[in-house]
Protein backbone atom coordinates (compact mmCIF):
# COMPACT_ATOMS: atom_id res chain seq x y z
CA UNK A 1 0.00 0.00 0.00
CA UNK A 2 1.71 3.22 -1.53
CA UNK A 3 -0.55 6.08 0.08
CA UNK A 4 -3.65 5.63 3.38
CA UNK A 5 -5.46 8.92 4.88
CA UNK A 6 -6.75 8.89 8.12
CA UNK A 7 -8.12 11.36 10.30
CA UNK A 8 -11.40 12.09 8.08
CA UNK A 9 -14.61 12.40 11.22
CA UNK A 10 -17.47 14.61 11.39
CA UNK A 11 -17.09 18.29 12.73
CA UNK A 12 -19.59 21.08 13.34
CA UNK A 13 -19.28 24.35 10.82
CA UNK A 14 -16.29 26.38 11.57
CA UNK A 15 -14.58 23.59 13.20
CA UNK A 16 -10.87 22.49 12.33
CA UNK A 17 -9.85 19.02 11.84
CA UNK A 18 -6.18 18.12 10.25
CA UNK A 19 -6.50 15.13 7.56
CA UNK A 20 -3.43 12.81 7.31
CA UNK A 21 -1.75 10.65 4.57
CA UNK A 22 0.88 8.00 5.33
CA UNK A 23 3.17 7.48 2.05
CA UNK A 24 5.43 5.17 1.78
CA UNK A 25 8.90 6.26 1.46
CA UNK A 26 9.45 5.02 -1.94
CA UNK A 27 7.30 7.21 -3.43
CA UNK A 28 7.36 10.17 -0.71
CA UNK A 29 9.74 12.09 -3.04
CA UNK A 30 7.77 12.24 -5.42
CA UNK A 31 7.65 15.65 -7.65
CA UNK A 32 4.47 16.92 -6.42
CA UNK A 33 2.08 15.22 -3.74
CA UNK A 34 -1.61 16.83 -3.51
CA UNK A 35 -5.12 16.34 -1.77
CA UNK A 36 -8.54 16.03 -4.22
CA UNK A 37 -11.94 15.47 -3.01
CA UNK A 38 -15.36 14.62 -3.76
CA UNK A 39 -18.56 15.21 -2.56
CA UNK A 40 -21.99 12.90 -2.66
CA UNK A 41 -23.13 13.82 -6.36
CA UNK A 42 -20.02 15.85 -7.72
CA UNK A 43 -17.27 15.56 -9.45
CA UNK A 44 -13.84 15.20 -7.83
CA UNK A 45 -11.94 18.19 -7.70
CA UNK A 46 -8.22 20.11 -6.56
CA UNK A 47 -7.99 21.17 -2.95
CA UNK A 48 -4.26 21.89 -2.80
CA UNK A 49 -0.87 20.40 -3.92
CA UNK A 50 2.97 21.12 -2.82
CA UNK A 51 6.18 20.86 -4.60
CA UNK A 52 8.79 18.43 -2.75
CA UNK A 53 12.12 20.27 -3.93
CA UNK A 54 10.57 23.78 -3.40
CA UNK A 55 7.70 22.95 -0.82
CA UNK A 56 5.54 25.18 -2.73
CA UNK A 57 2.01 25.16 -1.95
CA UNK A 58 -0.70 25.83 -4.15
CA UNK A 59 -4.84 25.78 -3.15
CA UNK A 60 -7.96 25.71 -4.99
CA UNK A 61 -9.63 29.69 -4.61
CA UNK A 62 -12.50 28.38 -2.37
CA UNK A 63 -10.02 26.82 0.33
CA UNK A 64 -7.35 29.56 0.15
CA UNK A 65 -6.91 30.76 3.86
CA UNK A 66 -8.89 28.37 5.66
CA UNK A 67 -6.63 24.98 4.48
CA UNK A 68 -2.78 24.32 4.80
CA UNK A 69 -1.03 21.43 3.02
CA UNK A 70 2.67 20.30 4.76
CA UNK A 71 4.39 17.30 4.46
CA UNK A 72 6.19 16.02 7.51
CA UNK A 73 9.82 14.32 6.24
CA UNK A 74 10.68 12.61 9.23
CA UNK A 75 7.38 10.25 9.47
CA UNK A 76 6.67 10.29 5.54
CA UNK A 77 3.34 12.05 6.17
CA UNK A 78 1.30 14.84 4.32
CA UNK A 79 -1.24 16.65 5.93
CA UNK A 80 -4.14 18.67 5.26
CA UNK A 81 -5.15 21.38 8.13
CA UNK A 82 -8.34 22.53 7.25
CA UNK A 83 -9.97 25.40 9.45
CA UNK A 84 -13.29 27.31 9.51
CA UNK A 85 -14.90 24.26 7.60
CA UNK A 86 -18.31 24.68 5.41
CA UNK A 87 -20.70 22.37 5.01
CA UNK A 88 -19.63 22.31 1.20
CA UNK A 89 -16.45 21.05 2.41
CA UNK A 90 -18.34 17.79 3.03
CA UNK A 91 -15.83 15.47 0.63
CA UNK A 92 -14.40 12.23 0.68
CA UNK A 93 -10.58 13.26 1.00
CA UNK A 94 -7.95 11.90 -1.39
CA UNK A 95 -4.06 12.33 -1.03
CA UNK A 96 -1.59 11.78 -4.55
CA UNK A 97 1.33 11.48 -5.55
CA UNK A 98 3.68 11.46 -8.40
CA UNK A 99 6.55 12.57 -10.79
CA UNK A 100 5.56 13.70 -13.65
CA UNK A 101 2.69 16.14 -13.04
CA UNK A 102 2.41 18.73 -15.16
CA UNK A 103 -0.90 20.46 -13.66
CA UNK A 104 -0.86 19.79 -10.70
CA UNK A 105 -4.58 20.30 -10.65
CA UNK A 106 -5.53 17.50 -12.63
CA UNK A 107 -5.80 14.34 -10.97
CA UNK A 108 -4.27 12.16 -13.89
CA UNK A 109 -1.17 13.39 -13.79
CA UNK A 110 -0.49 11.45 -10.04
CA UNK A 111 0.65 8.17 -10.43
CA UNK A 112 -0.15 7.33 -6.71
CA UNK A 113 -2.92 7.46 -4.52
CA UNK A 114 -5.05 6.36 -1.77
CA UNK A 115 -8.64 5.01 -0.78
CA UNK A 116 -9.79 8.29 1.25
CA UNK A 117 -10.98 9.39 4.13
CA UNK A 118 -14.50 10.73 4.35
CA UNK A 119 -14.73 14.73 6.27
CA UNK A 120 -18.30 15.61 7.04
CA UNK A 121 -19.05 19.22 8.06
CA UNK A 122 -22.45 19.44 9.83
CA UNK A 123 -24.35 20.95 12.82
Known amino acids: VMMVESGGGLVQPGGSLRVSCAVS????????MAWFRQAPGKEREFVAS????????YYEDSVQGRFTISRENANNMLYLQMNNLKPEDTAVYFC?????????????????GGQGTQVTVSS
Open 50 to 57: IKTLSNTP
Open 25 to 32: ERIFNSYA
Open 96 to 112: RAGDGVVDVTRWTDYDY
